[in-house]
């Protein structure tokens, strides 16, 4: 299996659904991986995205903290695969010698990746090419704004069906 590392790009409220939806893209390229979640974890990730203080930990938090209490450290974060629309992640700790990998939801794993400063990394035949600009002129292209892109990626997602992807309940 062939991982390539991402960072979150960015989290977008679907609106036909109002699905929390959390953008992964590669580090060296355009491709992403849209990733529905729940509002929870897209608070937990705004927030550590933000930098936000909490006044009390919250659950990401508390597991971080846990992590460091037992001297063991978050070495990475893997979303391996994608089976009957469920997206299955690992996170990737280390004690000492020891490697320990442990099953989680990518939101989840996300977030504490995130709250620890981790790398994420993708399998990469998960990852998609992103939505591209219809070329409706013979005029070159011309860049985009961030808000431009930002609308255009959102279209491309309001297209998308969320049990293509998985779907979390709470």
């Known amino acids: 299996?062939?991982?390539?590392?991402?960072?979150?790009?960015?989290?977008?409220?679907?609106?036909?659904?109002?699905?929390?939806?959390?953008?992964?893209?590669?580090?060296?390229?355009?491709?992403?991986?849209p990733i529905?979640?729940?509002?929870?974890?897209?608070?937990?990730i705004r927030r550590i995205l933000s930098e936000e203080p909490f006044p009390r930990p919250?659950?990401?938090?508390?597991?971080?903290?846990?992590i460091e209490g037992l001297k063991a450290k978050v070495t990475r974060i893997l979303i391996a695969d994608l089976r009957?629309?469920?997206?299955?992640?690992s996170i990737i700790l280390e004690?000492?010698?020891e490697v320990l990998s442990i099953d989680a939801r990518?939101?989840?794993?996300?977030a504490l990746?995130?709250?620890?400063?981790?790398?994420?990394?993708?399998?990469?035949?998960?990852?998609?090419?992103?939505?591209?600009?219809?070329e409706e002129s013979e005029e070159p292209p011309r860049e985009l704004s961030p808000e431009e892109k930002a609308e255009q990626l959102r279209r491309y997602l309001e297209k998308l069906n969320p049990e293509d992807f998985g779907k979390f309940q709470l």
Not at 106 to 110: E, K, L, T
Request: hydrophobic letters at 45%.
């Open 36 to 44: 529905w979640i729940g509002p929870g974890e897209a608070q937990a």
């Open 84 to 89: 009957e629309n469920t997206f299955f992640a």
């Open 106 to 110: 990518p939101s989840d794993s996300v």
């Open 95 to 97: 004690r000492d010698s």
């Open 113 to 134: 990746g995130l709250r620890a400063k981790a790398p994420i990394f993708v399998n990469e035949k998960l990852l998609q090419e992103p939505p591209t600009q219809e």
């Open 1 to 33: 299996m062939t991982v390539i590392e991402v960072k979150v790009h960015g989290l977008i409220l679907e609106h036909k659904s109002q699905q929390n939806i959390v953008v992964l893209r590669e580090l060296d390229g355009e491709r992403i991986l």
């Open 58 to 66: 919250l659950t990401h938090d508390l597991l971080f903290l846990a």
